[in-house]
């Protein structure tokens, strides 16, 4: 009896969750950094991180069938760094080219006119010249290692070869464990203004794992890798703060309650898609009945198909004759929906604020030394 209770239920909420229609909202949302017209941008090479990565420089273990197991950390610090720099590089020159907002200069247009100031050259007039506004300093702040082995005990059958006789011993699984964190920063200077806009910071640790044979060096388990998968997950957020990006939401119909058969079709046309016809059935039957459901759909298929001023005013309008939360609710998410579309289209054409100057007077001598 219970089973066929919990059968009803289930099958209950299953009709329930089908009856919910629902459509989706794009929109754009604006950069973190309003790069205004700085569209013409200079990325130059990654600062490799210049102190200690620590980690261990060797580990030995004995176990019980008196079997030595060595461990080495003999990777190479300053390759390790450099290496680890130059991927930094890469990856944000292609997280930003691939979006094709910006026009870049490279590392070796970049590279060259910075180090231009230590023979006196007018940096910022090198970079007016290729009508450059902003130029991007990336760094590695951190990198720091942490490796250790450790063992888990198991029991095997040893076999005496001359009689034969099975033994349970205590045996051990040796594993090696590597932990990295990476501390990465990029710094962007206004060549208009001369100063640093921001400095925009990430960190992050990522670690892992190995069951081992009896020697193993860590250059073996590749760190790289493990600050590339740090590095790497920096990447969208990056874009983010530079690029509009676009954002899909998705916005559930109101329930057809108390049900009114004469717009039940006009669901059937929003689950399939066409969403103008579905627009039209539900503003129709609200004119004409006054149904609540109906208005707040047609409202939420007019911002489904970018119409955001009508679905403002149609929820607007709802407002004023219900109390419901709901729509109060969809009301807010929709304006805020419309601002950001609005302030990221403006972004895209050129045409938005742009940079906002603090007044301080950190200029590129301060950021990279020269």
């Not at 620590?54 to 069938?65: D, E, I, L, Q, R």
């Not at 095997?156 to 964190?181: A, G, S």
């Not at 459901?293 to 004023?320: C, V």
């Not at 604020?353 to 590129?364: A, K, L, R």
Request: with cysteine; proline share 2%; charged share 20%.
């Amino acid at each position: 009896m219970k089973n066929l209770i919990l059968t009803a239920l289930l099958v209950g909420l299953l009709l329930l969750v089908g009856c919910t229609t629902s459509v989706n909202v794009k929109y754009l949302q604006p950069s973190e950094i309003d790069m205004g017209q700085s569209r013409t941008i200079a990325i130059a090479s990654t600062i490799p991180y210049t102190g200690r990565t620590g980690g261990a420089s060797s580990v030995v273990f004995s176990n019980f069938t008196d079997s030595s197991w060595y461990f080495n950390s003999s990777y190479s610090d300053s390759y390790l760094k450099n290496k680890v720099a130059e991927y930094a590089t890469n990856m944000l020159y292609n997280a930003l080219d691939k979006t094709d907002y910006f026009n870049i200069y490279g590392t070796k247009t970049t590279d060259s006119i910075l180090s231009g100031a230590n023979a006196g050259y007018d940096v910022n007039a090198k970079f007016k010249e290729k009508g450059i506004k902003a130029v991007i300093i990336p760094k590695i702040t951190g990198m720091g290692v942490n490796e250790y082995i450790y063992r888990k005990p198991y029991e095997k059958k040893v076999v005496d070869p001359v009689t034969k006789k099975e033994t349970i011993v205590k045996d051990f699984y040796y594993y090696l464990h590597q932990e990295v964190n990476i501390n990465f920063e990029y710094s962007i200077i206004s060549v208009d203004y001369q100063q640093v806009i921001t400095t925009k910071r990430f960190s992050k640790t990522i670690t892992d794992e190995y069951k081992i044979n009896q020697y193993v060096t860590s250059s073996d388990y590749e760190l790289y890798n493990l600050f590339v998968s740090g590095l790497s997950s920096f990447k969208s957020d990056i874009v983010k703060q530079l690029v509009p990006v676009g954002k899909t939401t998705s916005l559930t119909l109101m329930e057809n309650k108390p049900k009114d058969k004469s717009i039940e079709e006009a669901y059937k046309e929003a689950e399939r898609g066409n969403l103008a016809i579905a627009k039209q059935m539900f503003l129709s039957h609200y004119q004409m009945t006054g149904f609540v459901p109906s208005g707040y759909n047609s409202a939420l298929i007019s911002a489904a198909i970018q119409d955001f001023d009508t679905a403002i005013a149609e929820l607007t309008d709802l407002a004023r004759v219900t109390s419901n939360p709901k729509i109060i609710d969809s009301l807010n998410r929709i304006k805020a929906y419309k601002a950001s579309n609005e302030k990221a289209k403006s972004q895209i054409s050129g045409t938005s604020e742009g940079f906002v100057v603090d007044g301080s007077s950190n200029i590129y001598s301060q950021v990279i030394g020269y």
